[in-house]
């Protein structure tokens, strides 16, 4: 079967750059031009159901309201679960923030009575390997990045729409 569709339309469908909404719109558009797309919304119609379209003055309303209903589905799956992990993230973020600075105070209180020796140079030294992720002997934006998106392909694996997951963890971390 041959798709009439411009090649390079095909190509991004097919790398899934294109939503169902884009290839909805270009079928609404193109009405009637596309046999091969008989039966699909804004395909032709079925040979036996040719009325069916007969009325449709807003088909660019119809395909706007089945991609308002398709993306609702996901983003809310996503989105909800996204705020709630998000919000429970800064919350236990929080308390551990909370514990480690309660902890420092205390050993700098032993330290200064003269009770305990630090050496925070050794310290620093472990820490900055531990938080080094790439390898290139210093903490920056980078090691976070990597830190980012490992917790975000945890986090959103097996989820339907990552996007909308990715939001709504922006939201309960900033917002809630």
Same mark, same amino acid.
């Given at each position: 079967?041959?798709?009439?569709?411009?090649?390079t339309?095909?190509k991004?469908?097919?790398?899934?750059?294109?939503?169902?909404?884009?290839?909805?719109?270009?079928?609404?558009?193109?009405?009637?031009?596309?046999?091969?797309?008989?039966?699909?919304?804004?395909?032709?119609?079925?040979?036996?159901?040719?009325?069916?379209?007969?009325?449709d003055?807003?088909? *660019?309303?119809d =395909?706007? &309201?089945?991609?308002?209903?398709? #993306?609702?589905?996901?983003?809310? $799956?996503?989105? +909800?679960?996204?705020?709630? *992990?998000?919000? =429970?993230? &800064?919350?236990?973020?929080?308390? #551990?923030?909370?514990?480690?600075? $309660?902890?420092? +105070?205390?050993?700098?209180?032993?330290a200064?009575?003269?009770?305990?020796t630090?050496?925070?140079?050794?310290?620093?030294?472990? $820490?900055?390997?531990?938080?080094?992720?790439?390898?290139?002997?210093?903490?920056d934006?980078?090691?976070?990045?990597?830190?980012?998106?490992?917790?975000?392909?945890?986090?959103?694996?097996?989820?339907?729409n990552?996007?909308?997951?990715?939001?709504?963890?922006?939201?309960?971390?900033?917002?809630?």
């Amino acid at each position: 079967m041959d798709i009439s569709l411009p090649q390079t339309f095909m190509k991004m469908v097919n790398k899934g750059s294109v939503s169902i909404f884009a290839l909805m719109m270009h079928q609404t558009l193109k009405r009637n031009s596309y046999p091969e797309c008989k039966g699909l919304p804004g395909g032709m119609p079925d040979a036996e159901n040719k009325d069916e379209t007969a009325g449709d003055d807003e088909p *660019a309303e119809d =395909a706007m &309201k089945m991609f308002l209903v398709h #993306v609702s589905k996901q983003l809310t $799956l996503g989105g +909800i679960s996204g705020v709630c *992990a998000g919000y =429970a993230t &800064k919350t236990v973020a929080k308390q #551990v923030a909370y514990g480690i600075g $309660l902890f420092f +105070i205390g050993v700098q209180i032993l330290a200064y009575n003269g009770i305990i020796t630090v050496p925070w140079e050794n310290v620093e030294k472990k $820490l900055k390997e531990a938080a080094d992720l790439d390898g290139d002997g210093d903490v920056d934006a980078d090691d976070l990045l990597i830190v980012w998106k490992k917790v975000k392909h945890v986090l959103s694996y097996g989820l339907p729409n990552a996007a909308g997951f990715v939001g709504g963890f922006m939201v309960g971390i900033k917002y809630i």
